[in-house]
């Protein structure tokens, strides 16, 4: 019995030590903590439209000004692209799942039908160095739904929007406020020397 707990102590301290396995390169990969990025490329396919909810370039714009808001509270924006020591090329997919509620109760509260229950927001970000990638990261993040003291807040709008038949559309603005949170953590997570 007592192997077989220091196999397992051994075992879990391994898992622990190991790097996450979405960084991509063919040897170890450190950025220093005082490196400093530069946004390259920015994309957003949004999906899930209706009249309602944000257009898809504001969508694309707010996400990336949250980003870089994110990059440059952590001193970790360059001033320019030329002084930057690494560029990302960032790709994601911000969707939206809106409850389709004909014919339900919510169809008495809400005239369209239409109310944005949740988000699916996934990206890609690869980092390059000299025009040469460095390593890459993805994630997916599905059902997101506002969260803490200021999501619960915002959670009451909605349903006062529904309740009085305006809808929830203003819900949007605290997903693509919050949503590039994620990225900035990621990069945080590289690691570092």
Same mark, same amino acid.
């Given at each position: 019995?007592?192997?077989?707990?220091?196999? /397992?102590?051994?075992?879990?301290? &391994?898992?622990?030590?190991?790097?996450? @396995? +979405?960084?991509?390169?063919?040897?170890? %990969?450190?950025?220093?903590?005082?490196?400093?990025?530069?946004?390259?490329?920015?994309?957003?396919?949004?999906?899930?439209?209706?009249?309602?909810?944000?257009?898809?370039?504001?969508?694309?714009?707010?996400?990336?000004?949250?980003?870089?808001?994110?990059? /440059?509270?952590?001193?970790?924006? &360059?001033?320019?692209?030329?002084?930057? @020591? +690494?560029?990302?090329?960032?790709?994601? %997919?911000?969707?939206?799942?809106?409850?389709?509620?004909?014919?339900?109760?919510?169809?008495?509260?809400?005239?369209?039908?239409?109310?944005?229950?949740?988000?699916?927001?996934?990206?890609?970000?690869?980092?390059?160095?000299?025009?040469?990638?460095?390593?890459?990261?993805?994630?997916?993040?599905?059902?997101?739904?506002?969260?803490?003291?200021?999501?619960?807040?915002?959670?009451?709008?909605?349903?006062?929007?529904?309740?009085?038949?305006?809808?929830?559309?203003?819900?949007?603005?605290?997903?693509?406020?919050?949503?590039?949170?994620?990225?900035?953590?990621?990069?945080?997570?590289?690691?570092?020397?």
């Amino acid at each position: 019995m007592r192997v077989f707990a220091i196999f /397992l102590a051994l075992c879990l301290m &391994a898992g622990c030590a190991s790097k996450p @396995d +979405y960084y991509v390169s063919p040897t170890p %990969v450190t950025i220093p903590t005082t490196a400093t990025y530069w946004i390259d490329t920015f994309d957003v396919e949004v999906v899930g439209k209706n009249e309602r909810f944000l257009p898809d370039e504001k969508v694309r714009e707010q996400l990336h000004t949250d980003l870089i808001g994110r990059l /440059l509270e952590d001193n970790r924006y &360059a001033s320019s692209k030329e002084t930057a @020591d +690494y560029l990302l090329d960032v790709n994601s %997919v911000y969707a939206r799942r809106i409850q389709d509620t004909q014919g339900g109760f919510m169809s008495k509260i809400v005239a369209d039908g239409t109310f944005l229950a949740s988000v699916d927001f996934s990206y890609e970000v690869k980092v390059k160095k000299a025009g040469t990638e460095v390593l890459h990261f993805a994630q997916a993040r599905q059902g997101l739904m506002p969260g803490g003291a200021v999501g619960q807040f915002q959670n009451m709008r909605s349903m006062v929007g529904a309740l009085t038949n305006r809808g929830n559309s203003d819900v949007e603005g605290f997903y693509t406020g919050h949503l590039s949170g994620f990225i900035a953590d990621d990069l945080r997570a590289i690691p570092s020397r």
